[in-house]
């Protein structure tokens, strides 16, 4: 191919690709000049977070009883500013996407501000749950210490666990979902189910001593709601059966559609529970099932070979 | 241990892992100067692409209507080169693998001009599907965003699903696939397959308006054909189910193999669906389920418990 | 929410979050000055010990038959001094678990000595391991080319394959979990279980010529142990059943709980074998099934439907 | 020394240093919560600079006459941003360090509303000065390539003459100066003198066909007039020789105290010419003289020996 | 040239290059397992100690009145450990120079133990000397501010200014030279020698109000004594004129052999002051002279033409 | 400034500097594929270049006598390709900026084959000349520890002095410069330049026991010639006095017109030697002097007060 052939075929493409017909449902252009989350800055607001859940385990410093509460001190300070630029990225975004109906009435300056006072609320808030965080993680990680007879101590859980990554994730996601945060609680999950393979919807509700072994292909869907003491293998889908359309064909947003696990319940690796159904108190799902309908507290359904 | 018997041991193993008798099968020359394809530049490659299909959510840059076309520009003279290098690479591989049969009769310098003539060539051809590939991947994100109540609109499927990831991956990966590309497509998959737990053969055929939920653990083998409207669940597989020997002991090569899924069919978490069968237009086949015959279009298939 | 507001959220959490009661199950101080294991260098270990195992393949240099001993010669020299500086990490690690009982007797001086002497040890052990874990996984890449029609040659399959990545680190794993190193098998096998889906535990013993096909999903527990020629689908699972507890409730560690597979077994996609099981030779499990009872040699163990 | 000792002396120094008595001259307190000018970013400004007036010697790019203009438009673009905010970083740091008298009337928002107005301003006005600052530094190319019998061509000049990479910056930073940006232009001149040992303060006026040869030790003040066609060899300065002080014994600022040289000047290496002095057009100033009267145009001063 | 020719000179060269005569007197071995000092980490520890010597200038930290100690804390903690690997890397390689005369008596694990004590001494005694350098280094940016009109406030100066940066640096590394540092200091003020073009040797003393005009070119010997309130110009040289020679004909080292400039002396561009001669209280030396006999206080000396 | 209004400069600014009448003289257009030298790559050079020389002082490896070979056989290999890229750049630019009147027969291929089998021969005869070179640079860190009282041990000079990371990289380059090689040894100087404040012409010759002090302000010309046991100190300039011009009023390349200086000739700070002069055996040129004629053997010239 000639030089001049391919200088025609660049010169072709690019006018194509930049011509709104090609990128109307693709493009993003920036509200304001507030950019997108970023996935780098996602990436250190969990690194921070790890470090302050898990002191001495994460981030680079030699902590001891004398030092401790200045690296706290300097991460917390340093999640609050990360969260404030991610969160107004997120409400940015948000506007844009939704047509900026919240912010109709105001120029671009004052919505910049106001999306700014936003984010600093919301990331304050989220500072102050951080010490209720840590109980629940310290659950979580107990859960998985118990569950695995392969497990040394807690280190190693804190170390390596891909559990204890993802709830970290997940827990903090579901923070932020709560306060109403657009977008970042999303991104957070799929970067820690790339990580570990596990798939938790931010909007999922968790109770304390929640473990998954392994893990590798687990989904919890947007509407489940999980009891204490629950134990999920790997391969386990929490997940919906149907869902109704509205009247132009589009699936209707935020019924309740996946299922109830009440304490107590263990699920094998495998299993797939689809459906708002209730899986009743100390039920036991075997591995490779297919369930689809109520499971009553205390049973314990296989599959049949 | 004493620094004498370390010494003796290091320089043994060194003088070991040095012999060719240690190394022969797993060791690569490069065939000219040509080094490896390289992940790294690969990753820019999968970056540059998403960059370009996705303007504004992808790439560094505060893009809007007035600097959209300069940075198509410079994103597809940065692809373009980059593939060069890695066309470059793969041929240079392919050729050192397979005997350089296709290059005996070439001297090494004609040989390296020769293979850069065809690695511009291809390039040239890739960037010339963009445009389609775009359209293509519009598709996917309708099917995403239509097949998930979870979903609030394309921005978020654009930004974070696995799926989305996956398929323009995959797309890309095709289209080199079908450009005789050696190595790179494969490369590619597999990359994404780390990423999203989605594992696309770059072989594989699939039609527009393809989704698949959550995505870990699914497989899509090299023989595969797909329609339009396919839908997918997390831990799908469509795999082979045994595949005949030549006279050696060693699989034959190329032989169709994979199912064959016609339009609009549904297929739910972690079912198999192996060998060359058909599912007929718009069948429904549940979780966990292992489908090895044809199944007939319309009909719907459960596991029994 | 004004500055003011802020900042006594901001001085409370930090106080709290730095409160032992908060944190004393999720702390780790530095046993002496020596930090935990580093993830970035057991990356780095993985690097070399992939270079060096495929000479060419990985690794920055420009390979030939003069340079290749002067490039392993580096590599391998480079590998001990991580191994020795990570090995010490874990031993560090391990006795502020387990509460130094092995090092009561040393003032912290003699036990950071005592512990790089120890730690220099194991990894010289190890660097004279090299030249048999080479050979072994040459067996792999043969079984990974054989398993596979869609493979065109040993170079592809040593570029891309997710099997191969796992099973060297596995390897290298399981030859330190042999030289009693805490910690860092453990956490090589959670970055290659992170990279591929695959989790194999370090403890497990797997023979030669084993291969994966795809993999996400697989889970090989400790204390399996499998013979030559097996093959696995991805999603197979090599489980516990149950495990006893002691007197505590706590599960009892180091109990054989994990199948045994012998040689020539093929396991399908999905399929999960569970508890102190025998598959015995030659066995076929097909995909999807859940099998918690010995197979005899030479059966077929298929899903009912 | 005992751990204890340490923790005494760190507790003890950590206090001190956090006490206002100790930090107050020298502690920046962020005004809103605009950050600092950024060296690193500022980097990038001189990077995009370069490689937007040299076009193809500087920046990643493969640039030829069908890419040219996509990859200017992508470096301007960058080159504005990252301007805005450099430039609303100076304005900020300025307020705080000034009183914030400009700013009194406003509350935070207002402030940095009205803040990054200015700095877009700026900036647009900045970039609309790109051409002509272009062609000044073609003049300065010529007069470096006509000065020197060492010089191949252009070429050389541009990748590698350290007046160069200097008088590019110093354009750059007076433009900047001349729209009332503060604190940037002499961070600018500043790391330029790092880099090239030239130092000349972004306030000095120069014409055209100006040259450094060399250039280590140079020094040309802030108040400087020079004229065209103007050469300086290393080490000369152009400086001030003394300067009134006011009633509190501070030096006043802003009074011419540094030399004019008219059009045609040479002054040759280590010759320090002193005070608002006119050396006339023509004159030549030989090697390690003092000067601190009028030369005559036409002139030639040289060491006495 | 053949490949083969290639790889008869590159084997050639590497076995001459590797012999003991030819890399005798410019070959390192590491004494023990210590590595040399390491110009990343001296240039963290440059960057730690800016940081808190003008807290919110340097460092990436958002930093206010609430927040300041905790940042301190942390800086000032890994100012200590990075110190502390630095300093036991100096006396490891002041050892093995010096013959390990030092150490005689020890085997190398005690050695190594003995140096980290040495080194943690020292370090803490640097640590605490902050405050007093803090103190010194403020009437440095004051006699900076005090001298330049160009100066527009304190931030200006400490943003910017090559006297500081060299000065801070100086400051720490003439602290630890009295803590009988080897190797370090030096290092460091050669790292600001490069960045400012400023040559102070660590040994130097120089006392309160110090500061140096644009500053390339300026050296200051070792054993130069510097009063109070004394301000130097780009290019002063404070050297020795020359030295005398032992038995062997080798300079004796460690004879004052420097000039001593009392307080409130001014020295202008390009002077030389050589020797061990005093220049009186209040005197002033003209650019470009050349000084090697003492200067009575008060008097004036300039060039003659 | 609205939006408008900016986009309006953005689009007019943009055009502007992409007119050819803009950048004609600023513009360099790659030769064939090949880009220009790259300073990083540059710096690699020079890294691996002190690396080879100084064993055990520059890179990273933890060499004794065991690995010492297999480290230098690494190194060379790297810098060996590194050189074969960059001369191969070199030849490129050189050709373009030349007119490409060496390549006029020839097609792009051929011209890329060409000119790659030329830099690799230039690359293997630099490599045979490392011994050599690092004989030459062993008697400079002589000189040098022997001209400074300072000095405590080869190690510190290696590791800190300026003198021996400039002649290390003029050594290299002037190799490079005899061996015709374009554009890099230029390059190569500058950066040594930029880093030491030394500025050494690749074309200089210098002998033996070469030292300078300080060095920051030397400038050493084109075509000095300079005998053993030289030592200059800080601003010294061997320089040009003037040179004739052709007819079109442009300087004639490659005239003699630097000084010579003979064996064992001192020059003190700041003294600038002019013209093609010659400075007789043992002579001695004290600080801040002009000289612009010849000095006999062994004659002391001082400056006049």
Known sequence: ???????????????????????????HE???????????????????????????????????ATTLE?????????LYSHLVTQIQAGLAFSGFEEGLAAFAAYNKMTINAEMLRMAEDRAAKFIERLPELRRVLTTDVVAAFNGDPAAKNYGEIISC????????????????????????????TEMAHSETGIDIHPGATIGEYFTIDHGTGVVIGETCIIGNNVKLYQGVTLGAKSFPLDNDGNPI????????????VVVYSNASILGRITIGKGATIGGNVWVTQDVPAGASITQKR
């Open 1 to 27: 191919m000639s030089v001049k052939a391919f200088e025609n075929i660049f010169t072709r493409v690019t006018e194509e690709l930049a011509h709104p017909n090609s990128y109307k449902a693709l493009y």
């Open 30 to 64: 920036r509200n304001g000049s507030v950019p997108l989350p970023s996935n780098e800055v996602l990436q250190q607001i969990v690194e921070l977070g790890r470090s302050i859940i898990f002191p001495g385990y994460y981030g680079r410093s030699c902590i001891n």
């Open 70 to 78: 200045y690296r706290l001190g300097v991460d917390i300070e340093h």
């Open 161 to 188: 666990y891909p559990v204890i990554k993802e709830l970290t994730v997940y827990r903090f996601a579901h923070e932020l979902w709560k306060l109403d945060v657009p977008l970042i609680p999303r991104m957070l």
């Open 253 to 264: 947003k935020g019924i309740p559609r996946h299922p109830i696990l009440e304490d107590d």
